[in-house]
């Protein structure tokens, strides 16, 4: 059973920083691919950043290289994205998500198990 849970969203002021969490509802996530997904208002749900277990491989979009990270503690059954350097079109619902093997990471119809979202808003 998979049921992931984001935390960690809110408003912030552009140039801020905000982390978001995802935990497997207490589960464990070691075994899964785990990614961050965004989407915004009359937007299509965008990639942003993947750790996959294959060697431990991290991507990023590009719009969010070396302002994102993600990163995953499987002793805790956590996944986290630090997000700084905020800017406005940051704004959006971020998804959680998790599958146990991704080839095409970017692809949103490649991962089976979504999260309910967390809100981040960002001002200018």
């Known amino acids: 059973q998979v049921r992931l849970v984001e935390s960690g969203g809110g408003l912030v002021q552009a140039g801020d920083s905000l982390m978001l969490s995802c935990t497997n509802d207490?589960?464990?996530?070691?075994?899964?691919?785990m990614g961050w997904f965004r989407e915004a208002p009359g937007k299509e749900r965008e990639f942003v950043a993947s750790?996959?277990?294959?060697?431990?491989?991290?991507d990023y979009a590009d719009s969010v290289k070396g302002r994102f990270t993600i990163s995953r503690d499987n002793a805790k059954n956590m996944l986290y994205l630090q997000m700084n350097d905020l800017r406005p079109g940051d704004t959006a619902v971020y998804y959680c998500?998790?599958?146990?093997?991704?080839?095409?990471?970017?692809?949103?119809?490649?991962?089976?198990?979504w999260g309910q979202g967390a809100q981040v808003t960002v001002s200018s």
């Open positions: 750790a996959r277990t294959i060697g431990d491989t991290r």
């Open positions: 207490g589960h464990t996530l070691s075994g899964f691919d």
């Open positions: 998500t998790a599958d146990p093997w991704v080839q095409r990471v970017h692809l949103a119809s490649e991962w089976k198990y």
